[in-house]
């Protein structure tokens, strides 16, 4: 390994074997967070001592025989900050949680704290996972690693960053519309979200509960499945975590999908020009590795964002109601005369950002009496319809693919303040990534290509992503399909 950080897999190998101590290697990760942490504003909070502990006690644990239950051991690793540990604070990137600390650690988290990895710290995110830009943090916006006046994408802005940069091998984010994929897009890294209900979303601060996943960011498609496979799998404090059986992911992740079928929609206009290259070279390198690709059609992708936008600030609405200032997080002073209304008020308004309080309101909105019917219902329907056209396209009576091949943005990386005054902007960022949180299904998006120039027809290197979407509960085959087109770009390890 020429850069000891660049593959977590690669890490946990030298680890088990002896040849690398966790101490050392999470050195270097805390290192790196020290010099380029602070100009990219990733991290929310670093863990420095405590991560040097940690990574004592698995080299310990190594020595006393336990390398075989710890396939990421010695793995440095970063964690949104929208999920709980039981040290540290979890702020969700909010004014409202700045001082919260959770009393309990997220299962995901948990499962590869137990599996060997190290959590050098906390990153930075848009509000509640309320963004596309990173720029709706309560805490300023994160930086772009490969050029800081533009941002990195959202709202797992910070996980992004600090995997783009190299500070560390791996990530964990949340993807409620896309914001694993898109962040992970826009900054060159892999980004997987599991089909709905494959990870336990206790201790995962809550923004949209149907359509919330937790995930992986890497910098390639083995270590994204090697951290998913650690996390998969059913958990009693979260009821819709899924008793599917989970899967070895890493075993067959090289073996070629044989009569491989990827789908390819037609979409028209919306993207980049260099988006659309890189989609077609995409499907060429698919092809070349013996797929057969496939017309189908991406169901309902101009009403998708629509839908999206109901029904994740309905939910939201609903969930930051447990926000009123007496159970956790910020308190506004309201005196001894105030009332306890007052208090409410107060305490939400000073606490909420300007975007979480856009998505409440819109979700008060269309949940309210007589226009539910009109905007809440028909976003429902909609979500059926666009997981129906997605069964359809896997069925083997019909087109039978095994993923499907779209692109994850319209664009590649934008700047800083290009997209805050238009909201409807920003959202239609989300445009390819949010049909397969409203179907469930899983998708990973990796790197495939570089723009020429960015959407103001400026010159601009900047990493183009290509997204897979797949079967549900089959992120065996998608990972596969993943490797096969990573090969083929020679990107990533
Ligand atoms: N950008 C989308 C939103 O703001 C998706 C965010 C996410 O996946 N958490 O809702």
């Given at each position: 390994m020429s850069d000891p950080l660049s593959s977590a897999t690669g890490i946990a190998d030298a680890v088990r074997a002896g040849d690398v101590s966790a101490a050392e290697t999470v050195a270097i990760a805390l290192g790196r967070v020290e010099d380029g942490g602070a100009g990219l504003n990733a991290f929310l909070e670093v863990f420095a001592e405590q991560a040097i502990d940690q990574a004592r006690a698995v080299d310990t644990r190594i020595a006393g025989g336990d390398a075989d239950r710890m396939p990421l051991a010695g793995v440095p690793i970063a964690v949104k900050d929208n999920i709980a540990l039981a040290w540290g604070r979890t702020t969700a990137g909010s004014r409202y949680l700045e001082h919260y600390r959770s009393p309990f650690t997220a299962t995901a988290a948990q499962r590869l704290v137990d599996a060997g990895a190290v959590v050098v710290g906390k990153t930075n995110m848009d509000e509640f996972g309320m963004?596309?830009?990173?720029?709706?943090?309560a805490f300023g916006p994160t930086r772009h690693p490969l050029d800081p006046e533009r941002a990195p994408g959202g709202s797992s802005s910070g996980s992004a960053a600090a995997v783009g940069a190299g500070m560390v091998p791996l990530a964990l984010g949340s993807d409620t519309g896309g914001s694993i994929r898109q962040p992970a897009a826009l900054c060159g890294c892999v980004g997987l979200k599991p089909t709905y209900g494959r990870v336990s979303r206790y201790g995962l601060v809550a923004y949209a509960s149907s359509l919330d996943q937790i995930g992986p960011l890497a910098s390639s498609v083995r270590d994204a499945a090697a951290c998913l496979a650690v996390m998969s799998g059913e958990d009693a404090r979260d009821m819709t975590s899924s008793a599917h059986p989970v899967v070895?992911?890493?075993?067959?992740?090289?073996?070629p999908v044989e009569k491989l079928r990827v789908g390819v929609p037609k979409l028209h206009g919306g993207m980049h020009s260099d988006v659309s290259r890189a989609m077609t070279d995409a499907a060429l390198a698919l092809k070349t590795a013996g797929a057969e690709i496939v017309d189908v059609e991406m169901p309902f992708v101009d009403e998708a964002v629509s839908a999206y936008y109901i029904v994740a600030p309905a939910e939201a609405s609903s969930n930051l109601?447990?926000?009123?200032?007496?159970?956790?997080g910020h308190r506004a002073d309201?005196?001894?005369?105030?009332?306890i209304e007052e208090m409410y008020v107060r305490s939400r308004s000073e606490g909420f950002g300007p975007e979480v309080k856009r998505r409440v309101m819109l979700g008060a909105h269309v949940l309210s009496a007589g226009y539910q019917d009109a905007f809440y219902l028909t976003a429902l329907k909609t979500r059926r319809l666009i997981r129906a056209g997605f069964d359809a396209a896997f069925d083997p009576a019909g087109p039978g693919v095994h993923a499907i091949l779209t692109p994850v943005?319209?664009?590649?990386a934008f700047r800083l303040g290009e997209k805050t005054g238009d909201p409807m902007a920003m959202y239609l960022e989300d445009v390819f990534t949010v049909t397969a949180n409203l179907a469930g299904l899983p998708a990973i998006s990796l790197p495939v290509g570089w723009s020429k120039t960015d959407a103001q027809g400026r010159e601009a290197k900047l990493p183009i992503g290509a997204q897979l979407i797949g079967r549900p509960f089959d992120e065996a085959t998608l990972v596969r399909v993943a490797r096969m087109l990573e090969m083929q770009v020679g990107w990533g390890g």
């Open positions: 963004g596309s830009s990173g720029e709706h943090s070895d992911l890493i075993g067959g992740l090289e073996t109601a447990r926000y009123d200032g007496v159970r956790y309201v005196g001894l005369g105030g009332s943005t319209p664009g590649p």
